[in-house]
């Protein structure tokens, strides 16, 4: 199972080319019934705009045992055009079952594309064990 999953989207106008998470650490403390996670996060997304239409702003997510941290990029991307994005939204604690994997998950929210705003379908497989709060 992998640490980092990127979900499939492929109706989005963005693609997430690669994820990196150096500076960011995880901290698990795992009992019979539950694990007790903090996550101090940086990441530095890599993109590409895969549609034939600008993107003016888009909406990333980094999932970590149903803590999301976002972050938001006001920079446009014009079709074909790659573009990163550095966050470091800070710290987030958590509860995950115990003996469930913890995952980090990385999606697109969502993208203005100037006359309007677009969300992309999420399609998370089962086997991650991620219970999503929607």
């Known amino acids: 199972m992998p640490l980092i999953y990127v979900v499939e989207q492929p109706d989005s106008p963005i693609e997430i080319v ?52 976002r972050v938001h990029s006001s920079s446009p991307l014009v079709s074909g055009q790659t573009g990163e994005i550095k966050a470091c939204p800070g710290i987030e604690t958590g509860t995950a079952a115990s003996k469930s994997p913890i995952s980090f998950l990385v999606s697109v929210v969502s993208a203005d594309l100037k006359d309007c705003f677009y969300r992309p379908s999420l399609r998370i497989p089962h086997s991650l064990g991620v219970k999503p709060d929607w």
């Open 18 to 69: 690669s994820v990196d998470l150096h500076g960011t650490s995880l901290e698990i403390t795992d009992n019979d019934f539950t694990a007790q996670f903090t996550v101090q996060s940086c990441a530095n997304y890599k993109v590409r705009n895969r549609s034939d239409r600008d993107v003016a702003a888009f909406d990333l997510e980094l999932l970590v045992g149903g803590a999301p941290n």
